[in-house]
C-alpha cells in the first residue's frame, strides 16, 4: 500500500490517501491543543499511545457488535481506516459532573450523575464548537431526527462498554467526546479516536487525573497519564 497526499491536517492527527478505494491512513501527532487551540504544546509520545490505545480500545468495541472505521494499525504513529464523511457533530456523554458542564451549571466537578447525560457540540472552530441541541443540528442539517436516534443509541452503547472496560482499569470514565461518520454506503460508524485526548479518566482509589486535563490544567507528568492507561489498558485486555 502507498501513502498519498495528506487530505486533512487537524489539530492533533493527518490524514493521508491511499492506493486502496475507500481507505485512508490516520496520523497521530504529539501536538497538543486546550481551549480551542488558544492553549498550545507538545506531548512527548502522546501521538503514539492515542494511536496504541484507540487501536486496543476500537478493536475492542469492534468485538463487541459496535461498527467502527478502524481496519488496522500500521505502525507506531499510523492507522488504516475507512473513509468516511465525519458528521459534524460532537457527541459528549458524562457519568459525572466535569469541565465545562460543571462551569455552565455552577456545580462542583465529580458528582455522579444519576442519569446518563449527552451533550452534542456543533465542530466549527471557528465558532469554538458551541454546545447545540437536536433542532440546531437539524436545522443545520447535520443530521436528521432518525439518525440522531440512532447516533444516541450507539453513542450509550460506547459508554455502557467503555464504562465497564475502565472500571476493569480501577478508572472512572467521567465523560468523553466521540465523533462519527458515515461510510460510503451510509453507515453511521463510530470514526476519530478514544483516548485520554477525549476522555476524562480518574483513578479510582486516588482519583489522580490520567488524561488532558494534566496539560490543560498544567498539573504535570502528562505523558506518564497516557502510558499508564495504555499499560493498564494492556494489562485487562491481555495484550
Ligand atoms: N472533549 C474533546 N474535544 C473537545 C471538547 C471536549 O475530546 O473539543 C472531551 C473532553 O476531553 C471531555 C469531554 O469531551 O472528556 C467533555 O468536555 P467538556 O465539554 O467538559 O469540555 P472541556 O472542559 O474539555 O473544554
Not at 488504516?80 to 462542583?108: C, F, H, T, W
Request: a negative charge; one cysteine or more.
Amino acid at each position: 500500500m502507498t501513502k498519498g497526499a495528506m487530505l486533512y491536517e487537524g489539530k492533533a492527527k493527518q490524514v493521508f490517501e491511499t492506493d486502496r478505494p475507500g481507505e485512508v491512513i490516520v496520523r497521530f501527532k504529539d501536538d497538543a491543543t486546550a481551549f480551542n487551540a488558544q492553549k498550545r504544546g507538545n506531548v512527548d509520545l502522546k501521538g503514539e499511545m492515542n494511536n496504541a490505545i484507540t487501536t486496543l480500545i476500537f478493536e475492542y468495541l469492534n468485538d463487541k457488535g459496535i461498527p467502527t472505521h478502524f481496519i488496522k494499525k500500521l505502525d507506531e504513529r499510523e492507522q488504516l481506516v475507512k473513509k468516511v464523511s465525519i458528521i459534524p457533530l460532537e457527541m459528549v456523554v458524562r457519568n459525572y459532573s466535569a469541565g465545562s458542564m460543571a462551569q455552565r451549571l455552577g456545580v462542583d466537578e465529580g458528582i455522579k450523575s444519576p442519569v446518563t447525560i449527552f451533550d452534542i457540540c456543533y465542530k466549527r472552530d471557528d465558532l469554538g464548537d458551541p454546545l447545540i441541541n437536536d433542532h440546531h443540528a437539524v436545522f443545520l442539517g447535520a443530521a436528521t431526527y432518525g439518525e440522531l436516534d440512532e447516533m444516541y443509541d450507539l453513542t450509550s452503547d460506547i459508554n455502557d462498554i467503555l464504562i465497564e472496560l475502565f472500571d476493569r482499569m480501577n478508572i472512572i470514565l467521567v465523560d468523553f467526546k466521540i465523533e462519527l461518520g458515515k461510510t460510503a454506503d451510509g453507515q453511521i460508524v463510530l470514526a476519530d479516536e478514544i483516548s485520554p485526548d477525549t476522555c476524562r479518566l480518574w483513578d479510582k482509589d486516588t482519583m489522580k487525573k490520567l488524561d488532558k486535563d494534566r496539560f490543560r490544567r498544567d498539573l504535570g507528568e502528562v505523558t506518564e497519564a497516557y502510558v499508564e492507561i495504555y499499560e493498564r489498558l494492556k494489562k485487562v485486555l491481555n495484550k
